[in-house]
């Protein structure tokens, strides 16, 4: 292993802490894995039926079915590709019901952006006056959006892509339906025998591209800024340092905040604070972790509750390693298999907070129900005040350093420091005072550096 094993000092001490006490991690594990095949790093390999593995090499320029190398290589990022989108739009439904559950008045969240909810609304013809039957049309519209027919043009991309890109993409025939089946014609596709023509294959990948944005990420976007609200820019505190140990600490991990947003209401209430201090903490804190700690940290302000993120996923281990964390609830994406056996010697519950989630070694589940978030939030509470009564006294490993950062660049922000329009930024463009502008895509490996 090299001496630091990330560019952030937390990470570093913290892995020091894992090694000495011998715990798995996942800059050991990376390190263990050795050499990578050369064949999988390009998609030359293929495993998918039971006369394989192949593999595509200059002896063998086809695998036992026939397939090409360009087939093979286009099959397995397709493959990539349908897991995505899957994911995707299993959160996008969860945020249709739960907009469906809250403006039924039945979850403690609330319309905090209407006009959101009303482009929404236009989108998908909705013409209702009272806001929260509004929410509830909306809602059961995404839902009804994501089973549109294969063959049947998204309602999302007619209203919403450029008429160039919607000729185009009719012109090439991928222009996609609703994301379900859209998903179903790839899944059935994949299968061996069924498509190993790339461009065929290609298309396919492009299609479930377009229908993940827009009727997907568009929806799931839009509907979490119509509840939580849409970020404004703020100062916010991130790194390990955050987490202190003489505190209760719950931490929502992966993609859906709606626990996490749950979980911040219902600290706030005094009474809540109150039982933790009298198990002897300084008070109750929530602490975001993850793609969910961002959801949290761009909507709300640091405070007594909320102080902020941890880290990406390959800082979760060593968030736990601070046996400071009482409940790390795990909603859809990113908790590492390793962390039951972390989390035990740790002094950590782990909670797994969506019915997705699999991880072994999990203590407790409260997979989310909208309509029964308030009370979930609370069952969380309790179980953290509660191990935190059994942790209180034993070893922790806190780190010091913390880092301010600015959070909220929401497009509507963005626009807002323009002036209302792109033409500063484009003029800048123009002009050469900006070369190019960067959009930094898919989650940090240990593979593109430390």
């Not at 001490?13 to 594990?29: G, K, L, P």
């Not at 909705?126 to 009804?144: F, H, Q, S």
């Not at 929806?219 to 505190?237: K, V």
Request: glycine fraction near 10%; aromatic fraction near 6%.
């Amino acid at each position: 292993m090299p001496e630091t094993v990330s560019l952030h000092q937390t990470v570093n001490q913290q892995y020091d802490v894992m090694a000495a006490d011998e715990a798995t991690n996942v800059a050991d594990r990376y390190d263990a894995q050795g050499k990578r095949c050369p064949f999988c790093e390009q998609g030359l390999r293929c495993s998918l039926c039971s006369q394989g593995p192949c593999r595509i090499t200059p002896k063998a320029p086809r695998g036992v079915c026939g397939i090409d190398g360009a087939g093979m290589v286009m099959r397995n990022m397709m493959h990539l590709n349908q897991m995505g989108l899957a994911a995707y739009a299993h959160h996008a439904t969860e945020v249709a019901k739960t907009l469906i559950a809250t403006g039924e008045g039945k979850t403690p969240f609330g319309i905090a952006d209407e006009a959101k909810l009303d482009m929404l609304a236009a989108v998908l013809d909705i013409d209702e006056p009272d806001v929260n039957a509004r929410a509830v049309a909306v809602g059961k519209g995404i839902l009804a959006s994501m089973a549109q027919p294969f063959e049947e043009e998204s309602i999302w991309v007619r209203k919403l892509a450029p008429e160039s890109r919607q000729k185009l993409w009719r012109e090439l025939g991928i222009f996609p339906g609703g994301p379900l089946f859209v998903l179903q014609d790839a899944v059935a596709r994949g299968m061996t025998n069924i498509d190993g023509d790339y461009v065929s294959l290609a298309k396919t990948s492009l299609r479930m591209g377009i229908s993940t944005f827009y009727a997907v990420q568009v929806p799931l976007e839009m509907g979490q800024d119509a509840i939580f609200g849409t970020p404004t820019p703020h100062t916010a505190q991130v790194d390990l340092g955050i987490l202190d140990p003489d505190y209760v600490n719950i931490v929502p991990n992966g993609h859906e905040p709606f626990i996490g947003f749950a979980l911040v209401q219902a600290a706030e209430s005094e009474e809540v604070q109150q039982r933790a201090k009298a198990a002897g903490a300084k008070g109750l804190r929530i602490v975001g972790s993850i793609e969910t700690g961002q959801e949290m940290m761009q909507r709300l302000s640091e405070s007594e509750v909320f102080v902020g993120l941890t880290g990406n996923w390959i800082s979760e281990e060593y968030a736990i390693a601070t046996g400071a964390i009482d409940v790390f609830a795990m909603d859809m994406n990113c908790s590492v298999p390793s962390l039951g056996e972390i989390a035990d010697r740790y002094n950590t519950k782990l909670v797994a907070v969506s019915e997705l989630i699999g991880v072994p070694g999990t203590h407790e589940r409260v997979d989310y129900v909208p309509e029964k978030a308030a009370e979930q939030a609370q069952q969380l509470i309790d179980m953290a005040i509660a191990n935190f009564s059994e942790r209180k006294g034993k070893e922790t490993n806190p780190v010091q350093r913390r880092q301010e950062i600015m959070t909220g660049f929401s497009t509507e922000a963005v626009l807002s420091a323009l002036g209302g329009t792109l033409e500063p930024l484009l003029d800048a463009v123009k002009g050469g005072a900006i070369r190019g502008i960067v959009a930094m895509v898919s989650c940090t490996t240990l593979k593109n550096g430390p």
